[in-house]
């Protein structure tokens, strides 16, 4: 599994990356955290709306795992409040 996080700063167009990273080639240990932070998040974004907004930074997690390709995105609409599985992903991909 193939992951990347990137960090829009709205109207500046700023991006900021983290990763890619391959769980593949990590601990075994540290692949799992990875890949359950994931799951996690899936799980919490699952039923929220979209927000609309320009101006609003945003984070976008794409994850690779073979032919499956998914993009999960987060609009920080408050400064700093995230979900805890997308710090926890922030974290391991070294930020």
Do not use: C
Request: charged share 25%.
């Amino acid at each position: 599994m193939r992951v990347r996080i990137e960090r829009s700063s709205g109207l500046a167009g700023i991006v900021q990356q983290f990763g890619p990273i391959d769980t593949e080639l990590l601990p075994p240990d540290r692949a799992r955290t990875i890949e359950h932070a994931i799951a996690r998040l899936a799980k919490e974004l699952a039923n929220k709306p979209p927000h609309i907004g320009t101006d609003i930074p945003t984070y976008r997690v794409t994850v690779t795992d073979g032919s499956t390709h998914h993009t999960y995105t987060w609009p920080e609409t408050k400064p700093g409040v995230r979900p805890d599985a997308l710090d926890d992903l922030l974290t391991e991909l070294g930020t």
